[in-house]
């Protein structure tokens, strides 16, 4: 397996890794989408994170099958961020436009109500760094689950990330990913909720 750096060229591969690694999560916002629209609006949505500052660990075979990511945010890119997204700023109109030509009414309802509902349903034991960086998405495809993949994503993620705090989600129900992150010496610092359940929201500190 090789791991490397991700790029926009990639979010396409991320998006299929996704849709195999969650299917319970895209049937519960897209469960009426065909599969190639479905694909096309994740990878806008992937290709956006990636243009806006986040970051992309990725695994794949000797053949270039991607089949685990791990996509961050460090908390002292903010200086970069504005350059980049001048930078970017064509590409992140394209994607914007097939977004809004790819998504349902009601599916963006349902995402906006969902955000709502996490945001207004936190509640944190402890107060967090002004800045903090944060996995946003980790995932390993189906078949290649044990091998220790997401431990190796997330340990080479938290030495690039080690001057700062992370944050993440995780379900209290996913027990192996919880006890990743706990092994990482993440804490619980919170919860929260979202249309789909709760969650334990955790930190690690610098």
């Known amino acids: 397996m090789v791991f490397r750096y991700g790029s926009v060229s990639d979010a396409r591969q991320i998006a299929e890794t996704y849709c195999e690694a969650f299917p319970e999560s895209v049937c519960f916002f897209f469960k009426h989408k065909q599969r190639e629209k479905l694909l096309s609006l994740l990878t806008s949505s992937f290709s956006l994170l990636l243009l806006t500052g986040s970051r992309a660990l990725l695994v794949q075979d000797r053949d ?8 961050y945010t460090s908390a002292t890119s903010d200086n970069s961020r ?3 997204l001048i930078q970017n700023c064509r590409e992140i109109f394209k ?17 906006i109500h969902n955000g709502i509902t ?14 903090c960086g944060r996995i946003n ?16 994503l997330l340990a080479e993620v938290l ?5 700062q705090a992370v944050c993440l989600n995780v ?8 006890h990743l992150y706990q092994k990482a010496g993440f804490e619980q610092c919170g919860t929260t909720k979202d249309l789909q359940g709760s969650w334990l929201m955790m930190i690690r500190g610098n």
């Open 159 to 163: 030495a690039e990330l080690s001057n």
């Open 118 to 131: 996490m945001r207004c349903s936190t509640c944190l034991d402890q107060n967090l760094p002004r800045k």
């Open 137 to 152: 998405s980790i995932a390993v495809s189906p078949q290649y689950r044990g091998l220790g993949i997401g431990t190796k």
């Open 95 to 111: 994607h914007c436009i097939n977004l809004i030509r790819s998504i349902r009414f009601t599916e963006i309802y349902k995402l």
């Open 64 to 71: 270039g099958k991607l089949f685990g990511y791990c996509i």
């Open 82 to 84: 504005s350059r980049q």
């Open 171 to 178: 379900r209290p129900d996913n027990l192996p990913a919880k």
